[in-house]
C-alpha cells in the first residue's frame, strides 16, 4: 500500500498526535518515514538597522535549527524504539506548507500524515491552516490525524 510516509511536526504535544499516528502507521505498514520541521523566517522588524536586522536574523535562525533538531531528534529516538526506518529533515526559512508538499515530492512520499489543530471559524481565518492548504493541495492522499 503506502511505502514512504512523510510526517511533518512542529515540535508541539499537539503535532506529537500525528507523529505518533503516522510512525504507527509506517511500522505496521513496514513502510518509511521521513519527518520534516518548518521552521520559518523572521518576520521584519520596522526600525531595526541592518546590522540590528542581520544579527537579530543569525540569533533566531540559530534558535530555530538548534529547536528544529531537538525535535526531530527525539521522532527519530521514537522511530528507532518503534523500529521504523526514518529519516529527518529540517527546512529552514519556508512557508511551513509549501515545504511540506515540496519535501513529499522530492523525498518520492505517497502519503502525508499530519495533525490538524481543529481550528474554526475567524479563528482558523486569522491563524490560517497548514493542514487545509496541504490538503488543497497535495498530489498524494492525507491522513489528518485531530
Request: hydrophobic content about 45%; overall charge neutral.
Amino acid at each position: 500500500m503506502y511505502k514512504s510516509i512523510l510526517i511533518p511536526t512542529d515540535g508541539s504535544e499537539f503535532a506529537g498526535k500525528g507523529v505518533e499516528a503516522g510512525l504507527a502507521l509506517a511500522k505496521a505498514l513496514g513502510a518509511q518515514a521521513t519527518v520534516v520541521m518548518v521552521t520559518e523566517s523572521i518576520p521584519t522588524f520596522v526600525g531595526l538597522d541592518g546590522g540590528a536586522y542581520a544579527a537579530a536574523f543569525a540569533d533566531f535562525d540559530k534558535d530555530q535549527s538548534e529547536s528544529a533538531a531537538r525535535a526531530l531528534s527525539a521522532v527519530k529516538q521514537r522511530a528507532d524504539a518503534l523500529g521504523v526506518t526514518a529519516r529527518t529533515q529540517h527546512v529552514g526559512r519556508s512557508q511551513p506548507a509549501e515545504a511540506i508538499l515540496a519535501t513529499a515530492k522530492s523525498e518520492g512520499c505517497d502519503l502525508i500524515v499530519m495533525a490538524s489543530h481543529g481550528h474554526r471559524g475567524v479563528r482558523r481565518l486569522i491563524l490560517g491552516s497548514q493542514t487545509a492548504e496541504v490538503l488543497a493541495h497535495s498530489p498524494v492522499p492525507v491522513l489528518v490525524v485531530p
